[in-house]
């Protein structure tokens, strides 16, 4: 029915219904839009009340600090510790502390008041009042600054707060120093604030009571705040109340951070909700007049395609047919038809293609997700997205895994993250997540404590995306479980540790076999006994330096100390060197052999006697010089023994000379290259 209907509707009334189908929709759709208009309008006041209510607090720290800042540096003045008080309120006075925007008062322990600037001379001053004495004993307590709730100061007659500085003598409490604070220094606060004249904006101080108001209208200084207020003072942000006039009031509520105070800025709810209706109003009414015209000219439009039209007759029914007789623009039209029903045909063809191509494409991207999901799986790692506008992170089920949470459980925040790392490397995970920021590249790693009480290694790997602005950033990067290598690495130095304190006893033994099977007095015997303890030196130095070699001053020093009979014999200058593990044996054999020798013919062999040894790195080469003096004459051994054929199988441009002042050596080590022979062979030759 609803087809023959239609198929009887000539092609005005179907221009019409056209046009009334897409009014209907733009209708729906400015509705839409004004709804949206009236929420955005909403969220916005609301936003506003918020940021001035921060702005405000924030003003009021401000002012606090300025107090807080003078309050400390009088209270470290030493006429406040006299008995008399004349100078310490000369000097307050002579740096400006004494004025119409606050006074000093000090008092002792129990409140009774030692001083009061604005007071008369002569004046009893009396005791504090018991708003003054509840922060004045807060401070003393925390031994830190406190502010006090407002209150009548008794002296003179004004509504205050103070700033209470603890004062301590010999660590116990001793004064308490107070600057009074009117309140028409925060009433001028909130009057600079220049803010829209219907907004109520107040400062509660902490027992509930107003501190200042404006517009003041029925409240005053001191007097109690409204229930509701007072019921929503520690609710940080928007809430709903009746305020003290009985209007229901939408309010934002911000604490300075310095005191127990409450900053409020709320609107009538009459007011709130006439902004919006003000809004939705005028885009209405802009709507309506758009979419009548909208309408009006469709009707005409319609109108004139359907006259032009209606004198046609079209006589043929195939496309691209038409009698000789029938008009041009009829013949035209015939044509166009056929044109059109060709590129339809072509059209649906590249249709049909595309589709084809698609399915393929939706296949290949859910295999290669699906691999992706396998090697997360099977790989031990997870993905995840950081978002700098909302500071959130999506975490993939796999890395979720890894932290041993549920699917879908993690909150997101970087708190929530932060908090599921090992105490111990919380500090060191937040500071290179931070430096990530700033650098683009994230490459750290960390221990997560399992709810099974196991501990597992995160190593993470991320790169920040940059959008239009800094609030765009992004962070993209994996998790992997590295618990396997790092065990790996622990069992390895475990070994590496077993292994060299292994090689340690060895040595240890066949130093005792030694001295209890040969001949403790054979000089060769002592030698061989004192060239194991300088390989057990040297193994002690590797290994305290992880098998990464030793240090060049150090290794000299442990070789050659034994021979001399002060430290003083010995005087080393050089840089500082990590001499690579294959040469620290051959290097430390050849010094020991070398101070051996002088301990019995040369420098060495004397109190008197001195070694100088000094070294520096060449392209590839360390060139060492040995110099001694102080001793007897040095003479060219007229036998050729173990150190001397060390020396020329292990070093290179070996020079020696033999003087009346001494023994010169000079040669060189090879540095960046492998030598033809290591330590075990250097030390065969020689033998």
């Not at 709804?35 to 003003?59: E, K, N």
């Not at 439009?301 to 209606?310: H, K, T």
């Not at 099977?517 to 193994?539: C, E, G, M, W, Y």
Request: proline content about 5%; charged content about 20%.
């Amino acid at each position: 029915m609803l087809q023959r209907s239609y198929g009887g509707m000539s092609i005005k009334g179907r221009l019409l219904l056209l046009a009334g189908i897409l009014f209907l929709t733009c209708v729906g759709l400015i509705a839409y839009v004004i709804a949206s208009l009236a929420q955005s309008a909403d969220d916005s006041i609301r936003r506003g009340l918020s940021y001035a209510a921060q702005t405000i607090s924030g003003a009021v720290d401000a002012e606090l600090r300025r107090y807080i800042a003078l309050a400390e540096v009088l209270a470290k003045s030493p006429e406040l510790s006299a008995a008399d008080l004349t100078d310490f309120e000369a000097e307050a006075r002579r740096v400006g502390a004494v004025s119409g925007d606050g006074w000093i008062i000090v008092s002792d322990v129990d409140g009774h008041l030692l001083l009061n600037t604005v007071s008369a001379p002569g004046k009893p001053l009396g005791e504090r009042t018991p708003e003054g004495r509840r922060s004045q004993d807060r401070a003393f307590r925390s031994g830190r600054p406190s502010i006090s709730d407002i209150f009548t100061g008794p002296n003179s007659g004004a509504w205050v707060a103070t700033v209470d500085i603890p004062v301590f003598k010999d660590g116990k409490p001793f004064r308490c120093l107070s600057i009074a604070m009117p309140e028409s220094n925060y009433t001028r606060l909130l009057a600079q604030q220049q803010l829209p004249a219907d907004w109520l904006v107040g400062i509660m101080d902490e027992s509930g009571r107003y501190i200042t108001r404006i517009p003041k209208n029925a409240t005053s200084t001191g007097q109690l705040a409204s229930a509701g207020w007072r019921a929503h003072a520690s609710v940080d942000g928007i809430a709903e109340f009746t305020s003290i006039e009985g209007d229901r009031v939408i309010n934002a509520n911000a604490h300075p951070q310095l005191s127990g105070w409450t900053v409020g800025v709320g609107i009538k709810q009459g007011a709130f909700t006439q902004a919006i209706s003000s809004t939705v109003k005028t885009a209405t009414i802009a709507a309506t007049t758009i979419c009548g015209l909208a309408l009006l000219l469709a009707a005409a439009i319609a109108a004139s395609i359907a006259r032009p039209l209606g004198s046609i007759a079209v006589r043929n029914s195939i496309p691209g047919e038409a009698a000789a007789s029938d008009p041009p623009e009829v013949r035209a039209l015939n044509a166009r038809l056929a044109a059109a029903e060709r590129a339809q045909a072509e059209s649906a063809r590249i249709l049909q293609e595309n589709f084809r191509m698609l399915a393929k494409a939706r296949d290949d991207a859910s295999r290669s997700a699906e691999q992706l999901r396998l090697a997360a799986k099977y790989g031990r790692l997870g993905t995840f997205i950081w978002d700098g506008k909302s500071n959130t992170s999506h975490w993939s089920a796999e890395i979720e895994e890894l932290y041993g949470l549920a699917p879908g459980t993690f909150p997101g925040t970087y708190d929530d993250w932060l908090a599921l790392v090992h105490p111990e490397d919380r500090d060191r995970a937040d500071r290179d997540n931070r430096k990530a920021l700033i650098s683009g590249e994230l490459d750290s790693e960390w221990r997560v404590p399992l709810p099974d009480g196991s501990v597992r290694w995160i190593e993470a790997r991320a790169r920040m995306l940059s959008g239009e602005g800094s609030s765009d950033l992004q962070m993209i990067g994996v998790n992997i479980d590295v618990t396997a290598a790092k065990e790996a690495d622990r069992r390895r130095e475990l070994l590496v540790h077993e292994l060299a304190h292994r090689v340690k006893n060895s040595l240890a033994v066949v130093q005792s076999l030694a001295h209890q099977l040969l001949p403790r007095q054979d000089v060769k015997v002592r030698n061989f006994i004192s060239r194991l303890h300088a390989l057990a030196t040297v193994h002690t130095s590797l290994a305290e330096n992880d098998w990464q070699g030793a240090d060049l001053a150090a290794l000299i020093q442990s070789q050659v100390a034994p021979f001399a009979s002060t430290p003083d014999q010995l005087v080393i200058h050089g840089p500082t060197i990590l001499v690579p593990v294959e040469l620290t044996t051959q290097l430390a054999l050849v010094v020991h052999e070398m101070a051996c020798n002088a301990s019995k013919y040369g420098a060495l062999s004397t109190p008197d006697g001195h070694v100088n040894v000094s070294w520096s790195l060449g392209a590839d080469v360390l060139h060492v010089r040995w110099q001694e003096s102080g001793g007897p004459p040095a003479r060219e051994p007229p036998v050729v023994g173990f150190g001397s054929r060390l020396l020329t199988r292990t070093v290179r441009h070996l020079q020696r000379s033999f003087g009346e002042t001494g023994l010169t050596c000079q040669f060189d080590m090879p540095w960046l290259e492998t030598l033809g022979q290591g330590p075990a062979a250097a030390v065969g030759e020689a033998t």
